[in-house]
């Protein structure tokens, strides 16, 4: 027996299953806490080294602004997975871009709020305002779309047991030379002097490096970018610096903490964010002290730029129907909140602070195991190191993508400087021609 | 009632018709009540995104702009395609993994379906082992290949070390050897698949001929080019035809272990369609490459059929 429904029973079934599901909305409505809203939040940091923290306090300060945070991985794919959600329709009303490039993706395709005028009248965060000098944020068109959450200055990470063991004194004002000349002394039985020599282009040129003034140029055929290469190149052909294709082959150039933090490497530059590693002894178990060593200088007594970033900016989606309330949490993120991602290793964005605190927060309880205390203070919260900000954004994505096949080659010998020099020019004013 | 098969002019001699006559009461639409889970995914996953591919191409799309940003540009994206010294460097890449692979993975595949075809201790337990790779996830493929071919502590340098070659290849760090290094891992993992098509073609081959041929003389390699590689070419077809598919879209391992790098020597064009679309997030232009791999595979594919027809023995 076949049974069969009618078109007037189907139609009563449809229209009672409609009724339901819009009593069920108009019920979750009333029910809400009036006047509550929840921001949801997008970020690269795990939530236990610092969002939680920061928005559980966030919360009991407006106890009406709740936050969902989501963290997404800062690689490509992780992007990609931000990229389409906001795209998608996924309530999201605050996002933090890392890299530079990310960011402008975001800004060019509309998604981010122009806060110009919020960050210009508020008497703070003025400081990433278009007209703040010295420039803080990166701006597009003369507008600011985010605003950075964390000032990182590069420092030289070393090995403390085996500077002490190669009885290496390293001076404050030390060069590029002295540099070389103590990885080299601490290079030797499977260990290398350090992973990757300083970037003497970004140290000489400062903001805006890769581009000729004006910006509708190229600037790799300046001499910094050779003797940048050329230094590489030495250090890695007298084991001073580890080879390129040691890098590419065990993928430390994503996973740089592990030669470090195994003993593997010696000197290593990077960015206080990596402080989470060093307190994850689990993780990565070692019995030595880590030194925090000021930036060499490319020459003695030259002033020079560090290789640092302000970073983590924090922007609001223009979707977002909480515009104030993801404002105020932006606020609170770059002040009194900032502390809270400290113990992940992110230095807040906004000088003062109390360097005590700070010191004790970054370094966490284990610090005079694991770091050498005054080395944090002396030469990273207190460093006066000139951080560049770029502020031209020409086809930045596109010279990232040609430059990191270029420098690949050149660094694996499969090219010459001036192979690297030519086609980086080449390449570069194309884009940029295509761009502008 | 109308059925599906037979009518009063059909052609269709009257005993077939009876046989194929559906049973009494059963409707005409359940047949696509049946088929329905299969064609809405295929409607959904395959076709729907192959069209939308098709139109996608002939448009400048920034996917973060959404769809009110979508902008028709006719053939600009093919122009510009056919302008860039990328993509014919890419498309080479594709050629010399494809033109190297499938040929050497066909090979291997055949020789080891020769050898489990014969009586061995442990036969059935070989042919397990060599089809394993087939099955096993790509990122795992890559993690064990990374450590075999670790340029100083790898297996296999270890192994040319110890056989004397003082400098033996950097293979994935190395911009000579990295897309040879990925053909080796190719053709490795789909040997085994190969093989068992073969096995299958094999055991319906039929011994009557091998047997004539040994009374009239013909030795192991006269048989094997005169009876059973004619009788295999249909599925020798068969699997050249699968593995170009599968080999332009390649892309995994290239994602897992180069990321198309050393410098782009390894960006295929199915890596530059992925750098394209999801890192510089031009849709329109990485559509228009997947249209003209398309193109590609499919006039290989009929030459590769054209080239089938009339030959083999039971064509």
Known sequence: MTRTISRRRLLAGAAGLGSAALLAACGKDESGDAGTVTLNVWGGVPAENGPDALFAAFTAKHPNIKVKYTRFVNDDQGNLKLDTALQGGLEIDVVVSYARSALAKRVEAGLLTDLTERLSGDPVLKAFAPAANPASNYFFDGKAYSAPASRSVETVLANKSLLDKAGVTVPTDWTTADFRAIAKQLSGNGVYGCLIPPDLARQQLGPDFTYKPGGRESNFDHPAFRQNFQLRLDMMAEKSAVPMTEIVAQKWDAFAQTPFLTGKVAMWISQPFVMRYIKDTKEYPHDFKTVLLPMPAPQKGAQFWNTGAYGDNVAITKKSKHQDAAFTLLRFWLGEGAAHMVPGGRLPSLPGGDTAKLAADLGGPDAAKLFDEQSLVTNLLTSDARIPVDAIQTAHAEISTIMNGLNQRVLLGNISIDQWARTAREQCDAAIKKAA | ?315
């Open chain 2, 1 to 315: 009632m109308q059925t599906l098969v037979g009518s009063a002019r059909s052609p269709v001699p009257a005993v077939v018709r009876e046989k194929k006559r559906r049973p009494a009461g059963v409707r005409s639409w359940l047949p696509w009540v049946f088929i329905a889970p299969n064609l809405i995914g295929l409607i959904a996953f395959t076709l729907g995104p192959m069209l939308a591919g098709l139109g996608i191409a002939f448009t400048r799309w920034n996917v973060l702009s959404g769809l009110g940003g979508i902008e028709w540009v006719g053939l600009d994206n093919f122009t510009e395609l056919f302008a860039d010294p990328k993509f014919w460097k890419a498309l080479g890449r594709t050629v010399f993994f494809a033109g190297l692979g499938v040929p050497l993975s066909i090979a291997f595949g055949l020789l080891l379906a020769l050898a489990l075809n014969r009586p061995l201790v442990g036969r059935a337990a070989l042919r397990v082992v060599f089809f394993v790779p087939s099955m096993v996830n790509t990122v795992a493929i890559g993690m064990v290949w990374l450590l075999v071919l670790n340029p100083s502590a790898g297996l296999l340098n270890q192994a040319l070390r110890f056989l004397g070659l003082s400098e033996p290849p950097t293979w994935l760090v190395s911009e000579n050897w990295a897309l040879p290094a990925l053909v080796l891992i190719q053709v490795w993992a789909g040997m085994g698949y190969q093989a068992v098509i073969y096995l299958a073609a094999l055991q319906e081959l039929p011994q009557d001929l091998h047997e004539a041929a040994m009374i009239d003389g013909a030795g192991a390699w006269r048989r094997f080019r005169t009876i059973t590689w004619p009788s295999l070419m249909p599925t020798t077809v068969f699997l050249a035809i699968t593995s170009f598919i599968g080999t332009s879209q390649g892309f995994g391992l290239i994602a897992f272990l180069t990321g198309g790098g050393p410098g782009e020597s390894t960006t295929v064009l199915a890596y530059y369609m992925y750098q394209s679309g999801f890192q510089a997030y031009k849709f329109g232009y990485a559509a228009a490459i997947g249209v003209v791999t398309f193109a590609a595979v499919l006039l290989l594919t009929l030459v590769l059929w054209r080239f089938q027809k009339g030959r083999g023995l039971y064509t």
